[in-house]
């Protein structure tokens, strides 16, 4: 403002000479006037365009700081990031972004951070003068519904603010439970036919107990099951194994599916005698090939017909059909007239070890893996699994599978 008033000053003063020069060198005073107004003009001309140009400076807002970003770039860089972030400043929160919002509410803008969070660990961090000084990452659950688990992080910014970036863990959660729990189910059935075989053992060691025939044949015979019953556990287990380590590579083999039934199912015709027997076969004449490993779609088509078998009406026929569908699939069934299954077991049937009726499951030999490979074979298939059960009435698992299209 002293520069314009002086410029300003420097124009009346020039002005005031030009008309002095002006009166001596005319002896006019019409010319002299018509000089003076001319200057006061021009002085009014330059103040009023200084004025312009200091309103225009007062409300533009001021530019970013060097390597900083503006205010709208920074509220396009967070409602870009999917997780919920917020901007923590002098303990309160400054901005944040949608997910954000929709997490812990609408109302958090400007708000103390620790009514926001709510997390004693993370607070104590935030909510001290200058805030958080160092990268930090604290777990804490009690966000969103209540089997979410989150990773808070804390990055320091610039001016005393704080990046808070929350980071949904409840996947990494689910994984880690289902191995603990998957551990600890194969290890309870390996133990329960261990600890039999074992007990069996001792009292056939026994001379009164085990110098008995009848009693040491009985023994070695359930002693025999129960061994049985370990290697197919162990077999299961195995192979489950080899196809989830297989599942990120793709089959790529042509296999006729008429042939494929036919082989699973004579095998267990020849074993079952007449319970194989009552096996029907529907395949449709359009059906020719799949894309798929025909190794695994064997044993896929083997654990859906034994399941049947294990689990239909004596006397009832067991179906097996194929017929092709759209979208380039062709789609496989096996079907029995069993008791059928209550609707609450059909979600949960493809997980490990889980069973409609556990005493039966393990008195006709189920190791509770069946299904689960199954539906690991059908996904690396790219191939989709469906299960149909009425009670009373029966159950038919269908499974979708890529044709081959280089047939």
């Known amino acids: 403002m002293a520069r314009a008033d002086r410029s300003i000053t420097i124009l009346l003063l020039s002005g005031l000479f030009a008309a ?6 005319t ?9 003076a107004l001319a200057g006061l003009f021009a002085a009014a001309l330059l103040y009023d365009a200084i004025e312009r140009r200091i309103a225009l400076a007062i409300t533009r807002p001021p530019p970013p700081a060097a390597g900083g970003a503006s205010s709208d770039e920074l509220t396009t860089l967070l409602e870009a990031l999917l997780h919920p972030c917020l901007i923590v400043h002098r303990g309160r929160v400054e ?3 949608r997910a954000a919002l929709d997490l812990l509410g609408n109302h958090i803008t400007g708000q103390d951070v620790r009514l926001a969070l709510r997390q004693p660990a993370a607070i104590d961090l935030l909510a001290q003068p200058g805030g958080a000084r160092e990268p930090a990452r604290i777990a804490i659950a009690g966000l969103g519904m209540a089997e979410q688990s989150w990773d808070l992080d804390i990055q320091p910014l610039e001016g005393g603010r704080n990046l808070v970036l929350l980071i949904d863990q409840s996947g990494r959660q689910a994984t880690e439970q289902m191995r603990v729990d998957f551990v600890a189910n194969a290890s309870h059935e390996l133990r329960t036919p261990l600890a039999g075989i074992l007990g069996f053992v001792e009292t056939l060691r026994d001379p009164l107990a085990g110098g008995d025939q009848a009693t040491r044949e009985r023994f070695l015979a359930i002693m025999e099951g129960e061994a049985k019953r370990m290697q197919r556990l162990v077999d299961d287990l195995m192979s489950l194994s080899r196809i989830e380590a297989d599942r990120y590579r793709a089959p790529d083999q042509p296999v006729a599916v008429a042939a494929l039934a036919e082989e699973v199912v004579s095998v267990f015709r020849q074993s079952q005698n007449a319970q194989g027997r009552a096996i029907v076969i529907q395949i449709e004449p359009d059906v020719s090939t799949v894309r798929g490993d025909r190794a695994q779609l064997s044993q896929l088509l083997h654990n859906l017909v034994s399941n ?9 026929e067991i179906t097996v059909a194929a017929r092709r569908i759209d979208d380039g699939m062709t789609e496989l069934s096996v079907t029995d007239r069993g008791d059928g299954i209550a609707p609450q077991h059909l979600p949960r049937l493809t997980e490990r070890f889980y069973r409609v009726d556990s005493s039966r499951s393990r008195a006709m030999g189920g190791t509770g893996l069946g299904l689960a490979i199954v539906k690991h074979i059908v996904q690396r298939h790219g191939g989709t699994l469906h299960l149909e059960s009425k009670v009373g009435e029966g159950t038919t698992v269908r499974v979708a599978l890529p044709n081959f299209d280089g047939r």
């Open 20 to 25: 002095v020069a002006v009166f001596f060198l």
């Open 27 to 35: 002896r006019s005073w019409e010319a002299t006037a018509i000089s």
């Open 95 to 97: 901005r944040c972004n």
């Open 308 to 316: 049947a078998l294990k689990y239909g009406a004596p006397g009832t």
